[in-house]
Structure formats: C-alpha cells, structure tokens
C-alpha cells in the first residue's frame, strides 16, 4: 500500500506560479512511475506530467514550457512547480504512483495503470 497526500494548491492570478508537493508513504519501493493528473468540474481526469524511476520526464502539450515536475526521493515527495498559470489551468490536482516499470523516456500516460492516488489539491486561475 502507497499512501499519498497532496498539497500546496490555492487561489492564484493568472501569470503567477504555484509548487504542488505529493508525500509518499508506505511501500515506497515499489514505486516506478509517478504522475500528475487533473480534473475540472465536468470533465475527464486529463494527465499533467510524469516522471519515472530514471527520472525521465513526460507533459501533457497544454502544460509543456511551464509546469516542471519533480522528486526528492530523500523526502518521498513528488513536486509540480507551476508558472505563468492560465484560467483553464484551474483544476483539482491529484498525485498518482503506479509499480509499473517502464523503459527510459516512456511515459506511462493511462490513468488504469495507476496504482494509487492523493485525495487532491484544489488549484483555481483568476482572470
């Protein structure tokens, strides 16, 4: 089991930045894969970013040039540094780990391959 909670969302103008943090605890070592997802009120749970055990790194277009995803394997902790935050970024933001290996720069993009999820931190852009 893989325990996982999510923070730093908040209120934001547009053009700013937010640093999402995601604790891990429990069976850490079977971790391969973690990611971000995100979900607006009404629609699908879209992926955001990835990053592997090898540290290779996979984003969603939308975000790309602007979000950073990150880990401190000493603090068990999956970070997604936001700038230049848009409207449409506003979300609820959910971290996810998955035992799944994968190969170097192969992103694990399908939600069912998931294993476990944070219960979410919410991140609204104002106009």
């Known amino acids: 089991q893989v325990q996982l909670v999510e923070s730093g969302g908040g209120l934001v103008q547009a053009g700013g930045s937010l640093r999402l943090s995601c604790v891990a605890s429990?069976?850490?070592?079977?971790?391969?894969?973690w990611a971000w997802y995100r979900q607006a009120p009404g629609k699908e749970r879209d992926l955001v970013a990835t990053?592997?055990?090898?540290?290779?790194?996979y984003y969603a277009d939308s975000v790309k040039g602007r979000f950073t995803i990150s880990r401190d394997n000493a603090k068990n902790t999956l970070y997604l540094q936001m700038n230049n935050l848009k409207p449409e970024d506003t979300a609820m933001y959910y971290c996810?780990?998955?035992?799944?290996?994968?190969?170097?720069?192969?992103?694990?993009?399908?939600?069912?391959?998931?294993?476990?999820w944070g219960q979410g931190t919410q991140v609204t852009v104002s106009s």
């Open positions: 990053i592997n055990s090898g540290l290779s790194t």
């Open positions: 996810a780990t998955s035992r799944i290996a994968t190969t170097p720069y192969t992103p694990l993009k399908m939600k069912g391959q998931y294993d476990y």
């Open positions: 429990g069976n850490i070592i079977s971790i391969n894969n």
